[in-house]
């Protein structure tokens, strides 16, 4: 899981079965191929966090768990089908003092104590690393087995803001296989203020 130091839409995944180019023998009797070995939907929906510093998105059915910020876990039931220990983490950080910085400074610490730390690991690989316009990060790493982790960062931060905002993403086993709606919903968080003195 993504830590300090080291994160009602439905959206669906198609898991493509494709045959090889020329392969007749995954067509049906019919001659029909088919298109999709399993569907995984999951909705969301979109709430207030931290005093009311940040707007996003989190899975319809999870319930609050221990952890840093704001963190939400598949029920048990539905933990079955998205793996264990998947988390969405939603907070915000000073990273030391809660002072004004630059958008440079607040783009360096994220780097430094969210990205870094997560790549320290063995067999790590980044599958992402793209800026959300001038204030934002999108990384998304994986630990190097096919159903092993995914970990989805979003951080957005303001020109001499006092924090930034993190949507912190763990998946693991089945829940791998939800990462691209996962990633569009941490992509829709909202930074709405990024001031440390702000009242309930």
């Known amino acids: 899981m993504f830590t300090p130091r080291t994160f009602l839409a439905v959206s669906a995944l198609l898991l493509l079965g494709l045959p090889a180019c020329g392969d007749k023998s995954a067509e049906t009797a019919t001659g029909d191929k088919p298109v999709a070995s399993a569907v995984k939907t999951i909705a969301f929906e979109e709430q207030l966090f931290d005093k009311k510093r940040i707007k996003a998105k989190v899975p319809v059915g999870w319930k609050k768990t221990m952890g840093l910020g704001e963190t939400f876990a598949p029920g048990e039931a539905s933990e ?27 783009a360096a610490m994220v780097d430094k104590d969210e990205v870094a730390g997560n790549l320290n690991v063995a067999n790590a690989k980044k599958l992402k690393d793209e800026p959300l316009g001038p204030t934002g990060r999108l990384v998304v790493v994986s630990d190097g087995e096919e159903r092993g982790s995914r970990q989805i960062l979003v951080a957005r931060w303001k020109d001499r803001g006092e924090m930034y905002a993190y949507y ?33």
Do not use: Q, Y
Not at 169 to 198: N, P, Q
């Open 168 to 200: 912190r993403v763990t998946l693991r086993d089945r829940g791998v296989d939800g990462l691209a709606a996962f990633e569009e919903a941490a992509k829709a968080m909202e930074a709405l203020s990024l001031s440390a003195t702000i009242s309930e």
């Open 80 to 106: 079955r089908e998205w793996g264990f220990m998947s988390r969405v983490a939603i907070g915000t950080t000073c990273g030391g003092m809660c002072e004004p910085k630059s958008a440079a400074e607040w």
